[in-house]
Structures are given as structure tokens and as C-alpha cells.
């Protein structure tokens, strides 16, 4: 069963590039990935899903390696509204399990 | 198109007592799926329902349950309160059977006292 970990906390300023790795050592050949961001009070909002390689939204990338061990959200050119938490969700295929990240609280500075 | 909408945003309730909390998904949508989530635990998935019939449970003791109407909305109960029950329940809804891309609400905050 796949496990996620991530960075509780990150800290970037207006205008850079931030990149936010989730760890899935145990995922398996069908499981998919997506990430989602929260404000507080808020429920989770969708970003970016992918299975492997790279996508590509209007908001962000998600890369993914060969080995899929592991995936990371990029977000290009921060703004202070992007100060939220993050998570990933890896989503098991053969059992439908649903296994969220512990979250990375990025923090966006002017 | 209305977004997920929970009722009610906050509630309070002492220990041994029940709750139900109500979900109304986007219009169209058929899977609805409820949500946990505490500072200790992070997020953690209950069940989801789809066409009124519960597909998929997470790892949740029998005090947690939920049903679908025939309206897609949904109720999650909670019976016999404790303590730890005190957290953000979320629920969310997609178009169809997978869990490729979740619309949540923003949740109802319980405090079992």
C-alpha cells in the first residue's frame, strides 16, 4: 500500500519557482497521483493530476519519474496568493485506496 | 454551477451524542465521498457513495455512516461521539466513478465536548 510523505513546510518569495516533492515508494503500477491546494477554512482544490512523465496546466506542473517513486508540483512564479497547503493524493487502482500526504505548508513571501 | 455545499459549517456536541451532516454535490454529479480531517491524522477518506449505493469505505469504525439520495445528496452520521470524532469533515463530489479530479466543500468544523 502505498505511503506519502512531504516536507511539512516550505517558505519562498513573489515571483520564484517552487517546487514540492510528495515520496510514494510503495506505489503501484496503476495508481495515479494529484495534488490539491487548501486555504484555510476552505476545503482542497484540485491542481494537477498524472500517472507518469510530465503535465502541464495553466497553474502547474507535475513531474513524475520513471520509477514513479515520488512526483513533484511545480509552481511557476509564486504569488503571495499561492501561500496554502499542499497535498498529494495517491490514489490506488486495484484496491481503490485513497492515501493523502501529511501536507506542505508553503508559505509565500513579497 | 454551485460548487459543494455543507450544512451545517459548524456544530458542537457533547460525547455519546449523534450527528448527520448533509452534502449537497454540483448538479450532475453522482459520486459523492466524505472526508476526515485533524491536525494529528492529515486527511483521511471515509466512504463514497455513488447511485445511492456505498462503493468504497476507508478504515472507519461502524459509528461512522452515511447514505445517497436519489438527489445525489448526502448525509454522513456519526453515532455515539467521542472525543476524537472533534474535526473538519469534507465532502466531495465528481462526475462520474473515479477520483481523478474531487470538487470538496468547504467542510463542517464538530467539536465533541
Known amino acids: 500500500l502505498a505511503k506519502t510523505t512531504q516536507p511539512i513546510s516550505m517558505d519562498s518569495y513573489e515571483g520564484q519557482e517552487v517546487n514540492i516533492t510528495c515520496s510514494h515508494n510503495?506505489?503501484?503500477?496503476?495508481?495515479?497521483i494529484t495534488w490539491y491546494q487548501q486555504f484555510p477554512s476552505q476545503g482542497p482544490r484540485f491542481i494537477i493530476q498524472g500517472y507518469k512523465t510530465k503535465v502541464t496546466n495553466e497553474v502547474a506542473s507535475l513531474f513524475i519519474p520513471a520509477d514513479r517513486k515520488s512526483s513533484t508540483l511545480s509552481l511557476p512564479r509564486v504569488s503571495l496568493s499561492d501561500t496554502a497547503v499542499y497535498y498529494c493524493?495517491?490514489?490506488?487502482?486495484?484496491?481503490?485506496?485513497?492515501?493523502f500526504g501529511t501536507g506542505t505548508r508553503l508559505q509565500v513571501f513579497p | 454551477k454551485a460548487g459543494v455545499t455543507q450544512t451545517p459549517r459548524y456544530l458542537i456536541k457533547t460525547r455519546g451524542q449523534q450527528v448527520t451532516l448533509s452534502c449537497s454535490p454540483i448538479s450532475g454529479h453522482r459520486s459523492v465521498s466524505w472526508y476526515q480531517q485533524t491536525p494529528g491524522q492529515g486527511l483521511q477518506f471515509l466512504f463514497e457513495y455513488f447511485s445511492e449505493t456505498q462503493r468504497n469505505k476507508g478504515n472507519f469504525p461502524g459509528r461512522f455512516s452515511g447514505r445517497q439520495f436519489s438527489n445525489s445528496r448526502s448525509e454522513m452520521n456519526v453515532s455515539t461521539l467521542e472525543l476524537g470524532d472533534s474535526a473538519l469533515y469534507l465532502c466531495?463530489?465528481?462526475?462520474?466513478?473515479?477520483?481523478?479530479?474531487?470538487?470538496f466543500g468547504s467542510g463542517t468544523q464538530l467539536s465533541v465536548l
Open positions: 466531495a463530489s465528481s462526475p462520474g466513478g473515479g477520483y481523478e479530479k474531487l470538487f
Open positions: 510503495n506505489i503501484a503500477t496503476n495508481d495515479y
Open positions: 493524493l495517491v490514489v490506488t487502482t486495484n484496491t481503490d485506496k485513497l492515501i
